[in-house]
């Protein structure tokens, strides 16, 4: 088997570890840092360069893991992206490919998968929504985590799909917001414009 140096666009950590270490064995593997991070700091990735000058018989992946990479981080591995050591491969793993530079971008292919997710009751009728519905239910909602938020994003576009008949442009906005999870977006706003859209639509 050969691997390929790529971006993998995935929020289970825990679930592309254990994959890898499937596949490819834990020899084979280098992850840095050890454990998933919030963010890829400078000194990772100059760990990362020393990783990948220790000399390998055989083909060896570093495994880049965290939910945000600093732009100095990047910047820092362009070099070595563009040009690895022999029987070195990488794998940047985060949540969304807009947290990377376009350079990093252009250097690596790029495969995109989601973990399933549980749906979220959404307690709300869509079909008779109005500006009080989204009121109350916007009530408590104001800071949820990211992982629900995500999974009310997906249940409220689902729902919109059945009732409102998205068009591929009004789709893409529900996609949009769901990438804006891993940036940390405030939920509160965030509900308020989808559920919003779902309402001018139903008023057509």
């Not at 820092?76 to 940047?92: D, G, R, V």
């Not at 807009?98 to 709300?124: F, G, M, V, W």
């Not at 109005?130 to 985590?145: M, P, Q, V």
């Not at 804006?180 to 057509?204: E, Q, R």
Request: hydrophobic share 45%.
């Amino acid at each position: 088997m050969i691997f390929v140096s790529k971006i993998l666009i995935s929020d289970d950590f825990e679930g592309v570890r254990e994959e890898l270490v499937a596949k490819w064995g834990a020899n084979s593997l280098r992850f840095i840092p050890q454990k998933p991070a919030v963010d890829f700091l400078l000194e990772d990735a100059r760990a990362v360069e020393k990783e990948s000058y220790i000399a390998e018989a055989q083909e060896k992946i570093i495994v880049l893991m965290a939910q945000n990479f600093r732009n100095e981080a990047q910047n820092f591995l362009l070099k070595l992206l563009e040009e690895p050591p022999k029987n070195i491969k990488f794998l940047i793993v985060l949540p969304s490919k807009n947290l990377l530079l376009p350079t990093i971008k252009s250097r690596l292919i790029c495969e995109k998968r989601k973990k399933e997710r549980e749906k979220a009751p959404l307690n709300l009728e869509l079909e008779r929504l109005d500006l009080r519905a989204i009121f109350d239910f916007l009530k408590g909602r104001e800071n949820l985590d990211k992982n629900e938020l995500s999974r009310l994003i997906v249940a409220l576009g689902e729902a919109g799909v059945k009732i409102c008949d998205f068009d591929a442009q009004e789709l893409e906005f529900f996609y949009q917001a769901y990438e804006l999870c891993a940036l940390n977006t405030k939920s509160g706003p965030l509900l308020a414009t989808l559920l919003l859209n779902i309402h001018a639509k139903s008023l057509k």
